[in-house]
C-alpha cells in the first residue's frame, strides 16, 4: 500500500483532526495509576475499540492506537511482547475504522531511559527499541512520535521510522513556557534537524494548555514550512484534584486563536475527550489552512542551539591532528577529553561553530569521530561541522549527531558528489562545497566559480536546498602563488552575488612560509570578510583572528551598538592578572590556584630547567605539601582540587614541551579508573584522575557505566597492574563486585583500589578488592605503595 | 510547579565539601560565585505532588488507588497515625546535570563546587516545594520529608513512585534500572498528613541505617538529617 499517497490526500482536506488523549479515556474506565495501558489491547479490545469510536464520531481523521509505551523496556516485566501488544493495538484502532476513512497511527512515545550522556541508553540501543517497534507496527498508516523531549531520541527513532518503513511521519515534541524541552532543546533546532531528516509534519502535544502553547507554535511557525501540529492538553490541571482547567468550548476557541500560525492538523493531549475534538472540528467548519511560506536562512544547530548565518560566524579550525604532535598523541591514546578541552577554548575564543576531524592513519577514524561527537556534544553546546575525507565516516558522524551539523566537504569531482550529498540529503545537513575536481583547483575565479556552481546543480537537483551549500573557494599559499589571493576573494565575491550563497573558508594557509604570519592571515580574513566571506574557519585563540571578525562585525553594522565587542574587550584588564607573574613563583601559583600563570612559568622554566626537575623538585614537592594540608584539615577538598588543575596544566605544557622535543615522558605507571556498570555518578572518579595523573601515572579513563569486561580486556590490553573502581550506589556495589571476580577470574595481574560513598573498608576487603581509598589523596598514596611494592619494574 | 531561585545556600553547599569551619580562601568563593551564577542561569526547578489516602496492613502501608505499599519499619514510624501521605518529586532540571558536565570537562575544581552548589539547591526546592504543598493543602499537620534510601525505606519503591506521579512527562524525571534519578539533583519523598497532631518523629543518626557508611559521620560531620 503506498502509504504517503493515502496520507498525502489526506493532507488535502482543509484541516486534519486528530484524536484526544487515550489515558484520560482509559483512566475514566477504571486504569489505575502504574498499571500498562497497552496490555488492555488484548484483555479488553471492546473497551478501546468503544474509545476510538468516539473519536472518529467527533471528527478525527487520523486515530492513534493505544501503543504509546508498548516499547521493550516499559514491558520488561509485562506477560506480553511488543509485537503482541502493537499488533493488537493497531487491529483495535483498525477495527474502529471499518467503513471510514479514518487513518491508523502508530503511537510511539519516549522509550523512558534518558540517552546518553545524561542516560544511560546509547542511540544505536534507542535505534533498535524504536526499529521493533516500527516493525511490529507495519500495519498501521503514519507514524506518530509524540511527547518527545530529547531530539537525539527523536532523531533515533525517526531515522528507525525511515529505514524500516514508508510511512509519513508526524513528531511532536513537548515544551515548557521557557520555549524548551526538559531536556533544552529549543524549537528553531527541533525543526530545522526534524525537517532535514525529512518528516512529514511537526508540532507540539503535552505538557501545557492551548494558551500557554501558543508564543512556541509563533515561535514554530517562523521556523518551517511544514504543516504543524497541534494536540495540547486541556489546560492546566490543579495540583490536588488533577482536573484540568479549559472547557472543550474554550479549548476550540484558544486552538481558533493559532490557525493564522499555519496550524493544520489539530487534535487534544492530556485531559481532553471526544467533546474537545467534536467541538474543535466545529470550529475549523469555514476556517481556511493558511500555509506557511517561510524564507528558512541558513543554519546549523545543535539540540540546544541554532547559529544562524546571517553575518560572519567563526568555525574554529583547532579539532585536527594535522601538524600537531600532540593532538596525535592524544588520538592515539584515546584521549578524548584532550579534544574537550580544544573545543572549549576555543568556545572561550570565540568560535560559533567547532570543526572536528579526528583523521589519523593508525586509527579507526569512524569509531573515533562517533566517540568525539558524542562526548563534545555532551559537554559543548555550539553546533559541529563534521569533517572527514572518507564519506563512511561522515555518514557515522552524520548518524549519532544531535542537530543539524555541517559536513566538511564534497567537492567538484563526480566520485564526491556522488557519495557525499546523498548523506548530505538523507541526514539533513548543510554542506562544504570545495571548488576543486579531477583537474585540481582552477586558478581563475571563473573557474572555482564554475565548479560552486557545478556543486549548487548537484545538490538542488536531489533535493538539498540551496541555503544548505556552503562554498569554499579556497585559499593557497600567497609566498608561493601571490596571485591566487586575489583569485579567491574574486572567486568569493562572485558566488556570493551571482549565485547567492553562503561562503567559507580556511585562510591560514595564506601566510604559510612568511614570517609573522599572523599579520598577513588576519588581513586577509580582512579582506575575504569585506567580499562576502560568512564562514572564516580559523583558529579562534589567536586574538588578531577573532578581533578581525569581531571589528567588521561592529564596522559594518551586524554587531548593534557594539556590545558584543564591548562584552569581550570592556573589561579585559582586570580579567587577567598574569602581569603580575613576574613577582610570583610556581609554587605560589600553585598554592593560589593560578591557572594560567602555572603554565606560563612553567613555559619560562622550560627555558632554563630540565622537565623533570620542574616536576620533581616543584610540582611534586607542592602537591605532596597540598595532600598533607587536606589530610590535615587545614584545607578542604576545592582547594586541594584546585592545586591539581594547576599541576594539571603545568603537565600539558611540559608534555607540549616533549611531543615538540620527541623526548620521552616517564611514566610511573598504568592505572585504569572507571565508574561501574549501571552507576553514572563519575565526579569522585574523576577527581581521583585529575590527581593520579599529577602524580605522573598514565591514567586511562574507562568513564563511567562502564562492562566488567570492558575493564578486564583494557587491563589486559594495556598491561595494567592498578585497577581503581568507583561505585556511588549500594544498588551500584554489585557491579563492583562482580567486575572484581571477572578480573580475578581472568586471572589479571593487577591491583584493584575501590572507592565511593557506600563503601567501606570492611565491604571492600568483602567484595575482594585489595585496597579501600578513603579519598583521592588516598588513592595516590596506594597507588604509590603498588607500584614501589608489587610491580616496581614499571 | 515551576520554583525560582535567586541564590543558592553557599554554607550548606562548603559543608558538603567538607568544609569544617575556618576562612574560605578568595579563590573558592571567585569560583563560587561563577558556578552558582551559572547554575541559576542553566536550572529550571520544579516539584510535583499528589495525595493519598493511606491505609496500615501486614505487608506494609498500602497507598490508596496506586500499586504502592510502603515497606520498612522506618517509613511505617515516620507515617504512624496519618491518614494520608504527600507523594512529591523535585528537580533542577537537566541544566544542572549539562553544567557539572562542561565543568568536569574544563576544571574539576568548578565541578565539585558546582555539584556541591546544585545539592544545596535542591534541597531548597524542596523547602519551598514543602512549604507550598502544604498551603495548597491546608490546614492539616504534616511530618518531615522523608525519602526512599533513608532507614531501612526502599530504594526499589522510587521507580512505581514517579510513575504514580507521572514525573517523566510531567517534570522530565527518569529512573536507571540501578535506582539513580536523572536529571541526577533531584529528589523524592513522602510527607504524612494528618487531622490530628503527629508526635515529631525523632530524627538524627540514631535512627538512620545508614549510620554505619555515611560520609558525613565519617568526616564528623552531619546530612541534617
Known amino acids: 500500500m503506498d502509504f504517503k499517497a493515502k496520507f498525502e490526500k489526506l493532507m488535502q482536506k482543509e484541516f486534519v483532526s486528530l484524536d484526544g488523549a487515550m489515558g484520560t479515556m482509559l483512566q475514566a474506565r477504571g486504569l489505575k495509576m502504574g498499571e500498562t495501558p497497552e496490555v488492555l489491547n488484548i484483555e479488553n479490545p471492546e473497551m478501546l475499540v468503544q474509545i476510538h469510536k468516539e473519536y472518529i464520531e467527533a471528527g478525527a481523521d487520523i486515530i492513534y492506537a493505544n501503543t504509546f509505551g508498548a516499547n521493550r523496556y516499559k514491558l520488561e516485566h509485562c506477560d506480553y511482547t511488543v509485537n503482541q501488544l502493537i499488533k493488537a493495538g493497531i487491529e483495535n484502532a483498525k477495527k474502529a475504522c471499518e467503513g471510514t476513512d479514518t487513518l491508523v497511527a502508530l503511537d510511539i512515545g519516549p522509550i523512558g531511559q534518558l540517552l546518553e550522556p545524561t542516560g544511560t541508553l546509547t542511540f544505536e540501543q534507542a535505534y533498535d527499541i524504536y526499529k521493533e517497534q516500527i516493525i511490529a507496527g507495519s500495519e498501521a498508516d503514519v507514524i506518530v512520535f509524540e511527547t518527545m523531549t530529547d531530539l537525539y531520541e527523536l532523531k533515533s527513532a525517526v531515522l528507525a521510522a525511515k529505514e524500516n518503513s514508508n510511512k509519513p511521519i508526524i513528531c511532536t515534541m513537548t515544551f515548557e513556557e521557557n520555549m524548551r524541552t526538559f531536556t533544552g532543546c529549543g524549537v528553531d533546532s527541533m525543526a530545522l534537524t526534524l525537517e532535514g531528516l525529512g518528516v512529514d509534519a511537526i508540532g507540539l502535544n503535552c505538557s501545557l494548555g492551548p494558551a500557554e502553547l501558543y508564543p512556541i507554535v509563533e515561535k514554530l511557525s517562523k521556523w518551517t514550512n511544514l504543516p504543524i501540529v497541534l494536540k495540547p492538553n486541556a489546560g492546566l490541571p490543579d495540583p490536588v484534584t488533577n482536573e484540568y482547567n479549559v472547557t472543550p468550548k474554550e479549548f476550540a476557541k484558544l486552538m481558533q486563536k493559532t490557525i493564522p500560525l499555519g496550524v493544520k492538523i489539530f487534535g487534544g493531549c492530556c485531559g481532553t475527550t471526544p467533546e474537545f475534538i467534536k467541538e474543535t472540528n466545529a470550529m475549523l467548519k469555514g476556517e481556511k489552512y493558511q500555509p506557511l511560506n517561510n524564507i528558512i536562512p541558513s543554519a546549523c544547530c545543535s539540540a540546544s542551539k541554532t547559529v544562524v548565518i546571517n553575518r560572519p560566524r567563526i568555525i574554529g579550525e583547532r579539532i585536527n591532528p594535522t601538524g600537531k604532535k600532540r593532538f596525535k598523541e592524544a588520538l592515539l591514546a584515546n584521549d578524548i577529553d584532550y579534544i574537550l578541552n580544544q573545543a572549549i577554548e576555543q568556545i572561550h575564543g570565540g568560535a560559533d561553530i567547532l570543526d572536528v576531524n579526528v583523521g589519523l592513519p593508525g586509527i579507526d577514524e569512524g569509531d573515533m569521530m562517533c566517540r568525539a561527537v558524542k562526548a563534545l556534544q555532551g559537554v559543548v553546546d555550539v553546533p559541529l561541522q563534521l569533517d572527514s575525507t572518507i564519506p563512511a565516516v561522515l555518514e557515522q558522524a552524520l548518524r549519532v549527531y544531535n542537530g543539524k551539523p555541517i559536513v566538511n566537504s564534497v567537492n567538484g569531482e563526480e566520485k564526491s558528489l556522488q557519495a557525499v550529498l546523498p548523506l548530505v540529503k538523507k541526514y539533513g545537513a548543510a554542506v562544504v562545497g570545495l571548488c576543486l575536481d579531477e583537474n585540481g583547483i582552477p586558478k581563475t575565479a571563473e573557474g572555482r566559480f564554475e565548479i560552486a556552481k557545478k556543486i549548487l546543480d548537484r545538490a538542488t537537483s536531489i533535493g538539498i536546498k540551496k541555503e544548505n551549500i556552503f562554498i569554499d573557494c579556497l585559499c593557497l599559499t600567497v609566498s608561493a602563488e601571490q596571485d591566487a589571493a586575489i583569485e579567491t576573494l574574486k572567486a568569493i565575491h562572485k558566488v556570493k552575488t551571482e549565485l547567492g550563497l553562503k561562503t567559507v573558508l580556511g585562510v591560514s594557509n595564506i601566510s604559510f612560509g612568511l614570517p609573522e604570519r599572523v599579520i598577513v592571515t588576519h588581513n586577509f580574513l580582512t579582506m575575504a570578510l569585506a567580499n562576502g566571506l560568512d564562514l572564516p574557519i580559523i583558529n579562534p585563540n589567536v586574538a588578531d583572528m577573532t578581533g578581525s571578525v569581531r571589528a567588521y562585525n561592529v564596522l559594518v553594522g551586524h554587531d548593534k551598538n557594539s556590545i558584543e565587542y564591548v562584552n569581550a574587550y570592556g573589561n579585559k584588564k582586570s580579567e587577567n592578572p598574569a602581569e603580575k607573574s613576574e613577582n610570583i613563583d610556581l609554587a605560589y601559583a600553585l598554592e593560589n590556584g593560578l591557572k594560567a600563570e602555572g603554565a606560563k612559568l612553567t613555559e619560562q622554566l622550560l627555558e632554563t630547567t630540565e622537565p623533570m626537575n620542574i616536576i620533581n623538585n616543584i610540582l611534586i614537592p607542592a602537591l605532596d605539601k597540598c595532600g598533607a594540608e587536606f589530610e590535615s584539615g587545614k584545607i578542604f577538598l576545592p582547594q586541594l582540587i584546585l592545586t591539581a588543575g594547576v599541576a594539571q596544566g603545568c603537565f600539558e605544557v611540559i608534555k607540549n614541551h616533549f611531543a615538540k622535543t620527541g623526548e620521552k615522558s616517564v611514566s610511573k605507571g598504568k592505572i585504569i579508573v572507571a565508574t561501574v556498570k549501571g552507576d553514572i555518578h563519575d565526579i569522585g572518579k574523576n577527581i581521583v584522575k585529575v590527581l593520579l595523573e599529577n602524580y605522573g601515572y598514565d591514567v586511562i579513563d574507562l568513564g563511567k557505566d562502564v562492562d566488567y569486561q570492558s575493564v578486564v580486556d583494557c587491563a589486559i590490553e594495556n598491561n595494567v597492574h592498578l585497577v581503581g573502581l568507583s561505585a556511588l550506589m549500594t544498588t551500584t556495589l554489585v557491579s563492583m563486585e562482580k567486575t572484581i571476580q571477572l578480573l580475578h577470574k581472568n586471572n589479571v595481574d593487577c591491583k584493584i583500589m575501590v572507592g565511593g560513598a557506600v563503601l567501606t573498608p570492611e565491604y571492600a576487603e568483602q567484595i575482594g578488592a585489595d585496597y579501600y581509598a578513603k579519598d583521592a589523596k588516598e588513592s595516590c598514596d596506594i597507588a604509590k605503595e603498588v607500584f614501589e611494592k608489587f610491580y616496581p619494574a614499571n | ?225
Open chain 2, 1 to 225: 510547579m515551576q520554583v525560582n531561585l535567586n541564590n543558592i545556600n553557599r554554607d550548606e553547599a562548603f559543608r558538603y565539601m567538607g568544609h569544617k569551619g575556618g576562612e574560605i580562601p578568595q579563590s573558592i568563593i571567585s569560583i563560587a560565585d561563577e558556578c552558582e551564577q551559572k547554575l541559576l542561569e542553566n536550572i529550571s526547578p520544579k516539584y510535583i505532588y499528589k495525595i493519598f489516602d493511606i491505609t496500615p496492613s501486614q505487608e506494609g502501608i498500602i497507598v490508596e488507588n496506586t500499586p504502592l505499599v510502603f515497606k520498612g519499619r522506618d517509613i511505617a514510624e515516620h507515617l504512624q497515625g496519618c491518614e494520608k501521605c504527600v507523594l512529591m518529586c523535585a528537580t533542577l532540571s537537566s541544566g544542572a546535570d549539562r553544567v557539572i558536565r562542561q565543568y568536569e570537562a574544563s576544571g574539576m575544581e568548578k565541578a565539585v563546587v558546582a555539584d556541591c552548589l546544585a545539592s544545596s539547591a535542591i534541597e531548597q526546592v524542596c523547602n519551598i516545594a514543602e512549604a507550598e504543598i502544604q498551603k495548597a493543602i491546608g490546614d492539616y499537620n504534616y511530618t518531615w520529608r522523608f525519602s526512599a534510601g533513608y532507614g531501612d525505606f526502599p530504594l526499589e519503591i522510587q521507580k512505581d513512585f514517579l510513575t504514580v506521579l507521572d514525573a517523566q512527562r510531567r517534570i522530565g524525571l527518569n529512573i536507571t534500572d540501578s535506582l539513580i534519578l536523572i536529571p541526577r539533583k533531584s529528589v523524592t519523598a513522602v510527607m504524612g498528613v494528618s487531622k490530628n497532631e503527629i508526635a515529631k518523629g525523632k530524627r538524627g543518626c540514631g535512627c538512620c541505617n545508614m549510620r554505619e557508611i555515611c560520609n558525613f559521620r565519617k568526616r564528623g560531620t552531619h546530612c541534617g538529617f
